[in-house]
T-cell receptor, first 111, second 114 residues
Framework: QKEVEQNSGPLSVPEGAIASLNCTYSDRGSQSFFWYRQYSGKSPELIMFIYSNGDKEDGRFTAQLNKASQYVSLLIRDSQPSDSATYLC???????????WGAGTKLIIKP | DTEVTQTPKHLVMGMTNKKSLKCEQHMGHRAMYWYKQKAKKPPELMFVYSYEKLSINESVPSRFSPECPNSSLLNLHLHALQPEDSALYLC?????????????FGQGTRLTVV
């Protein structure tokens, strides 16, 4: 079992709809969760981070964390073509004190 | 200033060359990182420098060697690389090497080994 798992996609969403990206992790003691966006050929850019159970909203983005079920998700409301990118989930693992990355989900927003 | 600056942006080198990648941050961050990223893969951690201590991913070959001249610089020296080392090399920094601090990435160096 991979430590951080994401569906590789591509996930295709119509413009204006809600895009939902999911990530599961194996280390139950993990405390910190990050979502990065990466355009092709560019470096990752931090979108959201979340530490506590529940929802955290920032503009069109909402991160949701459920530690009991060991998943974290990212919702993008009113999706725009510029949101088309690969979204990387990263989890800070207490077991080895390292940031572990998922393989990323490619998101395509169709005009 | 929330930038991590990497130079060069692109580098083509032969297998017998010696080159260096440079990374600089002026955010007062206490942890700096080098990552390697192949196409369609997540970043792989190579080195962490934090509080004057270097942590090495044991899978990284010795042809890569980091150097930290001061707390705002983390260079990566390259020697006798192989074509499979061609990748995007990313430098990042964070305020602390602590779970609750986010990492900021530089723009990367696209390395091609010929």
């Amino acid at each position: 079992q991979k430590e951080v798992e994401q569906n590789s996609g591509p996930l295709s969403v119509p413009e204006g709809a809600i895009a939902s990206l999911n990530c599961t992790y194996s280390d139950r003691g993990s405390q910190s969760f990050f979502w990065y966006r990466q355009y092709s050929g560019k470096s990752p850019e931090l979108i959201m981070f979340i530490y506590s159970n529940g929802d955290k909203e920032d503009g069109r983005f909402t991160a949701q964390l459920n530690k009991a079920s060991q998943y974290v998700s990212l919702l993008i409301r009113d999706s725009q073509p510029s949101d088309s990118a690969t979204y990387l989930c990263a989890v800070f693992m207490d077991s080895n004190y390292q940031l572990i990355w998922g393989a990323g989900t490619k998101l395509i927003i169709k005009p | 200033d929330t930038e991590v600056t990497q130079t060069p942006k692109h580098l083509v080198m032969g297998m017998t060359n010696k080159k260096s990648l440079k990374c600089e941050q002026h955010m007062g961050h206490r942890a700096m990182y080098w990552y390697k990223q192949k196409a369609k893969k997540p970043p792989e951690l190579m080195f962490v420098y934090s509080y004057e201590k270097l942590s090495i991913n044991e899978s990284v070959p010795s042809r890569f060697s980091p150097e930290c001249p001061n707390s705002s610089l983390l260079n990566l020296h390259l020697h006798a690389l192989q074509p499979e080392d061609s990748a995007l090399y990313l430098c990042a920094s964070s305020q602390e090497r602590h779970p609750n601090t986010e990492a900021f990435f530089g723009q990367g160096t696209r390395l091609t080994v010929v």
